[in-house]
C-alpha cells in the first residue's frame, strides 16, 4: 500500500488539476460568451458614440427633435451654424458628458455636408495644436483647458470612425487623444466613461481600468451614474455600466 500512495496521490493530483483546469475554461467560455452577446447587442443596435444618446439633464447642446434617439435632429437645423455653434458649446466650464453628447449630435448633423464635416475637425485639430503649441502649461487650470481640446478633438475622431458614409478623420487614432486628455486634465470618471465607450471594441489594454474609475467616480457624478444606468439605445437589455462590465471582464 505504501508503494502505491505515490501514485494514487500523483493521480489524485492530475484529476485535481484537470478539474481546475476544466473550470478555468468554462469560465474563460462563459465570458468569452457574455462578452460576444454584449457586442452582437452592440451591433445591432449601432455604435455607442453614435447610436447612443446621452443623458445631460438640462444642460445646453445642440438643437434635437423631440426624439432622443433620432439620428437626424432638427430639419430646421441650419448647417451652416454647426461649427461656431459646436465650438461655443465646447466651452471650458461644459461637462466631459455634455461635450460628448454635443460633438454626437454634430458628427450626425455634420454627415450631411463633407464641406462642413472638415471643417469642423480642422477646427479643433487647430485647437488641440495650438494649446500644444504654446508655452508649456504652468498650472492646473492651464493643463484641464488643453485637456479639453484634446478630449474633444479624440472623441470627435472616433465617432467619425463608426460613421457609415466618407470618414474624414480616417487614419486618425482619436482614444490616443481621449487617454492624453485624460493624462493632461488628471482623474476625470466622465473622460473615462468616454475611453470605456471608444475602447469596447478592438483590443485596448486599457478598457477595465477606464470602466473601473468611471463606475468608481459615479458615486459622487449624479449626471455619470444616471448614464452608467441607462439602457443601451433605450432597450430592454443590459444598462450601459453593465455592458461595460461584461466586455472587461472578459477582457482582463
Request: hydrophobic fraction near 45%.
Amino acid at each position: 500500500n505504501a508503494r502505491l500512495f505515490p501514485r494514487v496521490f500523483t493521480l489524485e493530483m492530475q484529476t485535481t488539476n484537470s478539474r481546475r483546469h476544466s473550470m478555468k475554461l468554462t469560465k474563460l467560455f462563459s465570458l468569452g460568451f457574455a462578452a460576444l452577446f454584449t457586442l452582437a447587442q452592440i451591433a445591432k443596435s449601432g455604435p455607442p458614440l453614435i447610436c447612443h444618446a446621452l443623458n445631460i439633464g438640462g444642460a445646453k447642446s445642440l438643437p434635437w427633435s423631440n426624439d432622443v434617439w433620432s439620428l437626424s435632429g432638427k430639419t430646421d437645423y441650419d448647417l451652416s451654424r454647426l461649427v461656431a455653434d459646436t465650438l461655443e458649446l465646447l466651452a471650458p466650464s461644459t461637462p466631459a458628458i455634455v461635450r460628448m453628447e454635443t460633438i454626437r449630435r454634430a458628427t450626425l448633423y455634420a454627415q450631411k455636408d463633407q464641406r462642413i464635416a472638415k471643417e469642423l475637425l480642422l477646427k479643433l485639430r487647430s485647437r488641440a495644436l495650438d494649446s500644444e503649441a504654446k508655452e508649456p502649461a504652468l498650472s492646473e487650470a492651464k493643463r484641464r483647458a488643453d485637456a479639453l481640446a484634446w478630449f474633444d478633438l479624440g472623441y470627435l475622431v472616433e465617432g467619425w470612425e463608426a460613421v457609415v458614409n466618407s470618414n474624414p478623420a480616417s487614419g486618425l487614432d482619436g482614444y490616443a487623444w481621449v487617454e492624453k486628455a485624460i493624462s493632461l486634465r488628471g482623474p476625470d470618471p466622465e473622460m473615462e466613461f468616454a475611453a470605456a465607450l471608444i475602447s469596447l471594441e478592438g483590443h485596448h489594454a486599457g478598457h477595465q481600468e477606464h470602466v473601473e474609475k468611471a463606475v468608481a467616480g459615479a458615486k459622487g457624478d449624479s449626471l455619470l451614474a444616471t448614464n452608467l444606468a441607462t439602457h443601451f439605445s433605450g432597450d430592454k437589455g443590459d444598462t450601459i455600466g453593465a455592458m461595460l462590465g461584461k466586455v472587461a471582464t472578459a477582457k482582463n
